[in-house]
T-cell receptor, first 111, second 112 residues
Framework: DQQVKQNSPSLSVQEGRISILNCDYTNSMFDYFLWYKKYPAEGPTFLISISSIKDKNEDGRFTVFLNKSAKHLSLHIVPSQPGDSAVYFCAASAGAQKLVFGQGTRLTINP | NAGVTQTPKFRILKIGQSMTLQCTQDMNHNYMYWYRQDPGMGLKLIYYSVGAGITDKGEVPNGYNVSRSTTEDFPLRLELAAPSQTSVYFC???????????FGPGTRLTVT
């Protein structure tokens, strides 16, 4: 049972445009959500997070939006840069439970 | 501050061989995890530990064993390697299970 789903395995975006990565979840008890970024031959690194008491969190070019009623999370990157090309994982946790990861979306930024 | 380190970076094993993947963290985290990532797939939890001496199974524990004798180290043991264990293995640690996890650089294992 995949509790956290990233339905787009890949996404291609022009440099300078907005990248939108999506994540859906099924467990209504999830109350903390994170995005990780992974470059080839490296481990995932934390990018940005959001608690369920918020619906938006910004950090520079990265903004995460949470729609609890739709059980949907999205990551916006504006403007997209070539260095943003990576695999992005969303993850969620419920209370003190372990993180549950999505399958990842490979983002390619084209010059 | 090294964070999470893993050795080796790469390894090729023959079917039936065994090996230990090493993981060390210097952040004094209680929680440590082993994941595998198959090509085009997400992270699958193999085993995790909530502190020295305490380990538990994740989603895909078969064919693996772990131990946690110290806070810093969390080795993953593969006994009787099989081609299905060809994957990239990541170790991670965190303060709490729901917190941000810090990942090591990974070990790429091929079993032929």
């Amino acid at each position: 049972d995949q509790q956290v789903k990233q339905n787009s395995p890949s996404l291609s975006v022009q440099e300078g445009r907005i990248s939108i990565l999506n994540c859906d979840y099924t467990n209504s008890m999830f109350d903390y959500f994170l995005w990780y970024k992974k470059y080839p031959a490296e481990g995932p690194t934390f990018l940005i997070s959001i608690s369920s008491i918020k619906d938006k969190n910004e950090d520079g070019r990265f903004t995460v939006f949470l729609n609890k009623s739709a059980k949907h999370l999205s990551l916006h990157i504006v403007p997209s840069q070539p260095g943003d090309s990576a695999v992005y994982f969303c993850a969620a946790s419920a209370g003190a439970q372990k993180l549950v990861f999505g399958q990842g979306t490979r983002l390619t930024i084209n010059p | 501050n090294a964070g999470v380190t893993q050795t080796p970076k790469f390894r090729i094993l023959k079917i039936g061989q065994s090996m230990t993947l090493q993981c060390t963290q210097d952040m004094n985290h209680n929680y440590m995890y082993w994941y595998r990532q198959d090509p085009g797939m997400g992270l699958k939890l193999i085993y995790y530990s909530v502190g020295a001496g305490i380990t538990d199974k994740g989603e895909v524990p078969n064919g693996y064993n772990v131990s946690r004798s110290t806070t810093e180290d969390f080795p993953l043991r593969l006994e009787l390697a099989a081609p299905s264990q060809t994957s990239v293995y990541f170790c991670a640690s965190s303060t709490l299970p729901s917190d941000e996890q810090y990942f090591g650089p990974g070990t790429r294992l091929t079993v032929t």
